[in-house]
């Protein structure tokens, strides 16, 4: 690749990073293209030779801090091969994780943007909930039928995803945030943990 073909590529690349953390941040109608190109270190003017429209744009960054954080996340599990339930709970309803939405999950920082996007991009959006409901059912109890896991996977995914919302919203400064985190987190170890239900 030549040089000229290398710089736009990284360019490129550094665009899409930047609208990527940028929309996890303010979501996808919060920043302007012109707020973008300025935050990249770019002009304005540039962006239509990497972009043929800001919807481009939108489909690319967001499938792309989707997949970003589909590959941290196993990245994360194939380091410690012992990871429970717990851990994995509480490595995603913290503060930190609740004040800092520009490296967080895309699926909880762009959920309510993604339902307003392109097909591409919702079907992005469904394949990582599908991954990482695949990674929660292998963490539950083996005694659970594969219904049961499945099941019980979508509902921890469901809290997960609504208590950092919900948490987020409230922002750092309100006690019923941390409360929430906390809550779901003891409540979601317990569910881990439960038997079967019985027929």
């Given at each position: 690749m030549?040089?000229?073909?290398?710089?736009?590529?990284a360019?490129?690349?550094?665009?899409?990073?930047?609208?990527?953390?940028r929309?996890?941040?303010?979501?996808v109608?919060?920043l302007?293209?012109?707020?973008?190109?300025?935050?990249?270190?770019?002009?304005h003017?540039g962006?239509?030779?990497?972009?043929?429209?800001?919807?481009?744009?939108?489909?690319?960054?967001?499938?792309?801090?989707?997949r970003?954080?589909?590959?941290?996340?196993?990245?994360?599990?194939?380091?410690?091969?012992?990871?429970t339930?717990?851990?994995?709970?509480a490595?995603?309803l913290?503060?930190e994780?609740?004040?800092?939405?520009?490296s967080?999950?895309?699926?909880?920082?762009?959920?309510?943007?993604?339902?307003?996007?392109g097909a591409?991009?919702?079907?992005?959006?469904?394949?990582?909930?599908?991954?990482?409901?695949n990674?929660?059912?292998?963490l539950?109890?083996?005694?659970?039928?594969?219904?049961?896991?499945?099941?019980?996977?979508?509902?921890i995914?469901s809290?997960l995803?609504?208590?950092?919302?919900?948490?987020?919203?409230?922002?750092g400064?309100h006690?019923?945030?941390d409360?929430?985190?906390?809550?779901?987190?003891?409540?979601?170890?317990?569910?881990?943990?439960?038997?079967?239900?019985?027929?």
């Amino acid at each position: 690749m030549g040089t000229s073909r290398a710089d736009k590529a990284a360019t490129h690349e550094r665009i899409v990073q930047t609208a990527a953390a940028r929309f996890r941040e303010v979501g996808v109608d919060g920043l302007s293209v012109a707020d973008l190109m300025r935050q990249a270190g770019l002009t304005h003017g540039g962006f239509y030779k990497h972009f043929a429209s800001r919807e481009a744009l939108v489909d690319e960054a967001v499938t792309s801090a989707l997949r970003n954080g589909g590959e941290a996340l196993r990245q994360k599990l194939a380091a410690r091969p012992d990871v429970t339930m717990e851990d994995l709970v509480a490595g995603y309803l913290n503060a930190e994780h609740r004040d800092g939405p520009a490296s967080g999950c895309a699926v909880t920082a762009l959920a309510a943007d993604v339902g307003r996007c392109g097909a591409p991009t919702r079907a992005a959006y469904a394949a990582q909930v599908e991954a990482n409901l695949n990674t929660l059912q292998a963490l539950l109890p083996p005694e659970l039928s594969p219904e049961q896991r499945r099941a019980r996977g979508m509902l921890i995914q469901s809290a997960l995803v609504g208590a950092l919302a919900m948490a987020r919203a409230m922002g750092g400064e309100h006690a019923l945030s941390d409360e929430f985190i906390a809550t779901v987190r003891q409540q979601l170890s317990a569910l881990a943990h439960a038997a079967p239900p019985q027929p």
